[in-house]
């Protein structure tokens, strides 16, 4: 018969081990969910965090964040090694081609996600800047940037011109900058780049991107882009531009003192203005659309799973929520103008406040009609070589007077070498 002791003893052995196995299962149920991103994409994550723990109690986000550029880096070292995945990626836009060509992520028009049940629900175009040219989704957009011209609506008047001469065509934009600078001595634009930037997205044919067409052909000789440089070396000639860089002491302090009359970009640069770039010039600015109402787009973000990620299923929940939750998307734009890819989150009454940083416009009607006629524009694995090959052309023409067809066809000719390189690496 046992004794006292060894009853004791065994008891307290079998609550030890019924404690550890306890244990074991808790922690076995329990997951942990990695995000990565970078800023100001993180804070929206954080923001939200509260959200996904009363539906998902037993699911913990990690999340990890890096700058713009060393986030990019770091997930395409992790997709090509397949170590160090995370479950869920933040993709910027401009770099959503090379990820999507590189077969690492998943196809979310397939089962189980079945984004396209959802297609209603996002911006348009939007939705299919995701979607590759064989028709997979590897990527859901969370937010966007429509294109937008902010201008001093003061150096304006006392030039003496209008609003309408200045968005008539690229030609009036162009004479009425001639105008601003000769009676206020103020630059139409900071860098004659920019325009470039924005012609090059008008007329892009469906299925095509900015720099390579649905088949991979290269674009960049093409009548937009001879235009684009044209427009842009007259500005320059004209001396219309300041050669300033942009996110440069010389850009905000332009801002600030009325030194460049006109901005273009994505309609977030009017909150970055108000809350820190020149908030000292409230009541002095107004947006309006592009010249030409050429619809553009700046920027977006967009999640997407990696093939190797371990908890898919949790990553499509947590995609769902911050993409197709109305409150958030909202939150989202309110608290970093983040503007909203779900269009549920367009219609609440947030768009018809007047803001005062530009001297009470309801600017975000502007910007909602620009998102809705934003055609999608397709992305190439190529897309940021090409854009350095002809920013360096374009510096060519502008500062050393190089010929544009030249520059063109010289940059046309640099691409296609790569285009070869890159598919003779993948045949190998």
Not at 94 to 106: I, N, V
């Given at each position: 018969?046992?004794?006292?002791?060894?009853?004791?003893?065994?008891?307290?052995?079998?609550?030890?081990?019924?404690?550890?196995?306890?244990?074991?299962?808790?922690?076995?149920?329990?997951?942990?969910?990695?995000?990565?991103?970078?800023?100001?994409?993180?804070?929206?994550?954080?923001?939200?965090?509260?959200?996904?723990?009363?539906?998902?109690p037993d699911v913990q986000i990690r999340l990890i964040s890096r700058e713009m550029e060393n986030h990019h880096t770091a997930m395409t070292t992790a997709l090509s090694t397949r170590s160090n995945l995370p479950d869920v990626m933040a993709l910027e836009f401009?770099?959503?081609?090379?990820?999507?060509?590189?077969?690492?992520?998943?196809?979310l028009a397939q089962p189980p996600y079945l984004i396209g049940q959802y297609q209603s629900r996002y911006v348009p175009f939007a939705y299919k800047q995701g979607t590759t040219k064989v028709g997979a989704v590897v990527a859901a957009p969370t937010d966007i940037?429509?294109?937008?011209?902010?201008?001093?609506?003061?150096?304006?008047?006392?030039?003496?011109?209008?609003?309408?001469?200045?968005?008539?065509?690229?030609?009036?934009?162009?004479?009425?900058?001639?105008?601003?600078?000769?009676?206020?001595?103020a630059y139409l634009v900071s860098n004659a780049g920019d325009v470039k930037d924005i012609l090059i997205r008008s007329g892009v044919k469906p299925g095509d991107g900015l720099y390579f067409d649905a088949q991979g052909n290269v674009l960049v000789d093409s009548?937009?882009?001879?235009?684009?440089?044209?427009?842009?070396?007259?500005?320059?000639?004209?001396?219309?531009?300041?050669?300033?860089?942009?996110?440069?002491?010389?850009?905000?302090?332009?801002?600030?003192?009325?030194?460049?009359?006109?901005?273009?970009?994505?309609?977030?640069?009017?909150?970055?203005?108000?809350?820190?770039?020149?908030?000292?010039?409230?009541?002095?600015?107004?947006?309006?659309?592009?010249?030409?109402?050429?619809?553009?787009?700046?920027?977006?973000?967009?999640?997407?799973?990696?093939?190797?990620?371990?908890?898919?299923?949790?990553?499509?929940?947590?995609?769902?929520?911050?993409?197709?939750?109305?409150?958030?998307?909202?939150?989202?734009?309110?608290?970093?103008?983040?503007?909203?890819?779900?269009?549920?989150?367009?219609?609440?009454?947030?768009?018809?406040?007047?803001?005062?940083?530009?001297?009470?416009?309801?600017?975000?009607?502007?910007?909602?009609?620009?998102?809705?006629?934003?055609?999608?524009?397709?992305?190439?694995?190529?897309?940021?070589?090409?854009?350095?090959?002809?920013?360096?052309?374009?510096?060519?023409?502008?500062?050393?007077?190089?010929?544009?067809?030249?520059?063109?066809?010289?940059?046309?000719?640099?691409?296609?070498?790569?285009?070869?390189?890159?598919?003779?690496?993948?045949?190998?």
């Open positions: 018969m046992p004794s006292f002791r060894a009853i004791t003893i065994a008891g307290k052995t079998f609550c030890v081990l019924a404690s550890l196995l306890a244990c074991s299962l808790a922690c076995a149920q329990s997951q942990t969910l990695t995000i990565t991103a970078y800023p100001a994409v993180d804070e929206i994550i954080k923001s939200a965090i509260p959200t996904w723990n009363k539906l998902h401009s770099r959503l081609g090379r990820f999507a060509s590189a077969g690492g992520l998943e196809d940037g429509p294109g937008t011209m902010l201008y001093r609506a003061d150096v304006l008047q006392k030039a003496g011109v209008t609003e309408a001469e200045l968005t008539q065509s690229w030609e009036s934009f162009v004479a009425t900058g001639l105008k601003i600078k000769a009676r206020t001595g009548p937009r882009f001879v235009r684009a440089f044209e427009l842009a070396r007259t500005i320059r000639q004209n001396k219309l531009d300041g050669k300033i860089p942009a996110w440069s002491n010389d850009w905000t302090q332009g801002f600030k003192n009325g030194g460049i009359a006109t901005q273009m970009s994505g309609a977030w640069l009017a909150g970055h203005m108000a809350a820190w770039i020149a908030p000292t010039t409230k009541g002095l600015w107004r947006v309006t659309q592009l010249p030409e109402k050429t619809w553009a787009a700046w920027g977006g973000t967009f999640y997407v799973i990696p093939k190797n990620a371990q908890n898919k299923a949790q990553a499509w929940e947590f995609i769902k929520l911050m993409t197709l939750n109305r409150d958030l998307q909202l939150n989202a734009f309110k608290v970093k103008d983040a503007f909203p890819a779900l269009l549920d989150a367009h219609t609440d009454v947030f768009y018809d406040e007047p803001l005062d940083f530009l001297g009470g416009q309801k600017a975000r009607q502007w910007w909602r009609e620009a998102a809705m006629n934003i055609q999608p524009i397709g992305v190439n694995k190529l897309d940021n070589i090409a854009d350095e090959v002809v920013n360096t052309e374009l510096d060519k023409v502008l500062s050393h007077g190089k010929d544009i067809r030249a520059a063109l066809a010289d940059a046309k000719a640099l691409l296609d070498k790569r285009a070869h390189r890159y598919d003779s690496r993948r045949l190998q």
